[in-house]
């Protein structure tokens, strides 16, 4: 079994719906938690991260980690077009940025 | 500022033969971390450098090794390839030692491997 779980979907949503991702993990050292975009032929960049239980809000997108389930959320409002991408949640013991990627989840925004 | 950069973009190698891949850290960045994503996965931790020496591998044999020099750049090698070594193998940076809390590791483009 995997450390981080991930839907590989594809999900497929249309314009201005709401996007829900999550990924579930075993370990219960992680306490850093973040979600990466992964555009086709491109590096992973960072989106948020969260540091142990809780939400967080950026814009378009919230983050949620519930550590008693060990579950991790992203929600992107208002999705566009330009979200299609695959995106990658990733944990980590500490802040050392030696990171444990779910598999990803494709996102396909239809116009 | 220049990001994280790569070399080569593509490689194409036969199984048994040896490979060097490239990394130039964001400038300012100490830290530079390597990983392995196959296809349709997510990136998987080959391991970290830190001021020049190993700081933190993941579950990859010894034929995995690396460097980071003075000024950063860091060199992944890889021995005795096998089929399964295929990948996009992606190099990020990152400060380290800062006292700041979480600092943001950012990642380059990647170099896409083929072993035949």
């Known amino acids: 079994q995997k450390e981080v779980e991930q839907d590989p979907g594809p999900l497929s949503v249309p314009e201005g719906a709401i996007v829900s991702l999550n990924c579930t993990y075993s370990n219960s050292a992680f306490q850093y938690f973040m979600w990466y975009r992964q555009y086709s032929r491109k590096g992973p960049e960072l989106l948020m991260y969260t540091y142990s239980s809780g939400n967080k809000e950026d814009g378009r997108f919230t983050a949620q980690v519930d550590k008693s389930s060990k579950y991790i959320s992203l929600f992107i409002r208002d999705s566009q077009p330009s979200d299609s991408a695959t995106y990658l949640c990733a944990t980590d013991k500490a802040a050392g940025n030696k990171l444990t990627f779910g598999g990803g989840t494709r996102v396909l925004v239809k116009p | 500022e220049t990001g994280v950069t790569q070399s080569p973009t593509h490689l194409i190698k036969t199984r048994g033969q040896q490979v060097t891949l490239r990394c130039s850290s964001q400038s300012g960045h100490n830290t530079v971390s390597w990983y392995q994503q196959a296809l349709g996965q997510g990136p998987q931790f080959i391991f970290q450098y830190y001021r020049e020496e190993e700081n933190g591998r993941g579950n990859f044999p010894p034929r995995f090794s690396g460097l980071q020099f003075p000024n950063y750049s860091s060199e992944l090698n890889v021995n005795a390839l096998e089929l399964d070594d295929s990948a996009l193998y992606l190099c990020?940076?990152?400060?380290?030692?800062?006292?700041?809390?979480?600092?943001?590791?950012?990642f380059g483009p990647g170099t896409r491997l083929t072993v035949l």
């Open positions: 990020a940076s990152s400060l380290a030692g800062n006292l700041k809390g979480y600092n943001e590791q950012f």
